[in-house]
């Protein structure tokens, strides 16, 4: 079969903007037998940046047991793209916060968070994390990380369930898939925005209301049990 393979020197910035031309040459390129995707950049950097997301290994308390239970064989978060999770904060792209955070650890766990780079995020896995949990009333705990770093999702239980982890990731997923990569989430701060000391999103697009897992859908949980018996 012969390929023709059609002569595109240049697009004006007006036709490139205008879906009827690309639509037209993408069209002259099927004829031709060349295989064509057309879509956002913003959009593919976001489906990888989603679906490779590495947690700091970072657990306090008790909740860390349940971060550790989501990624062995019986739930395995690897499907989702959450297996790497890494010891230096410079090489991860989220905290997991699971656990209790003291007013001792409290510099240690916003250094971490300064460490990491742009764009970063938060999960507050537990009570302890969200509000000091069972110990809100003493002197020596943090009554919420959100005192110290923005949080993106908020995962609530005393323990949270696996279902629930996992839930939360996704959401945390969905999130990064609709932000804007270039001149967004990952602009270089100004010497003004570094002294503001908040991420790159707050600065973007303001303060995001975070999202909170209040119930994990019955249909997830099934299609979980489903995924697990037919991996069997």
Request: net charge negative; aromatic share 10%; hydrophobic share 40%.
């Given at each position: ?11 004006p ?59 062995c ?8 793209g ?37 764009p ?25 990380i ?82 697990k018996?037919?991996?069997?």
């Open positions: 079969m012969e390929v023709r393979k059609p002569k595109i020197k240049s697009i910035y007006d036709e490139f903007k205008d879906n009827e031309t690309l639509e037209k040459i993408v069209e002259e390129l099927h004829e031709g037998g060349v295989n064509v995707i057309t879509g956002s950049l913003d959009q593919l950097i976001n489906w990888g940046r989603a679906n490779s997301l590495w947690s700091l290994t970072f657990a306090t308390s008790c909740c860390g047991i349940e971060f550790m239970s989501v990624g064989a019986r739930y395995d978060f690897a499907r989702f959450f297996e790497v999770t890494r010891n230096s904060p410079r090489q991860a792209d989220l905290i997991m916060c699971a656990g209790t955070i003291t007013h001792k650890m409290a510099p240690a766990f916003k250094r971490l968070y300064d460490e990491m780079a742009e970063k995020y938060v999960i507050a896995v537990g009570g302890c994390a969200i509000s000091g949990g069972p110990f809100k009333s003493s002197y020596h705990v943090v009554k919420g959100e005192e110290i770093v923005p949080v993106d999702v908020f995962i609530p239980g005393c323990p949270p369930r696996p279902e629930a982890i996992m839930y939360g990731m996704m959401q945390l997923q969905r999130k990064v898939k609709i932000e804007k990569f270039f001149g967004g989430a990952n602009h270089k701060q100004t010497p003004e925005e570094r002294e503001l000391g908040v991420s790159n999103e707050a600065i973007t697009y303001g303060w995001k209301k975070p999202i909170v897992v209040t119930d994990v859908p019955e249909d997830f949980v099934e299609e979980l049990k489903i995924n018996e037919d991996a069997k």
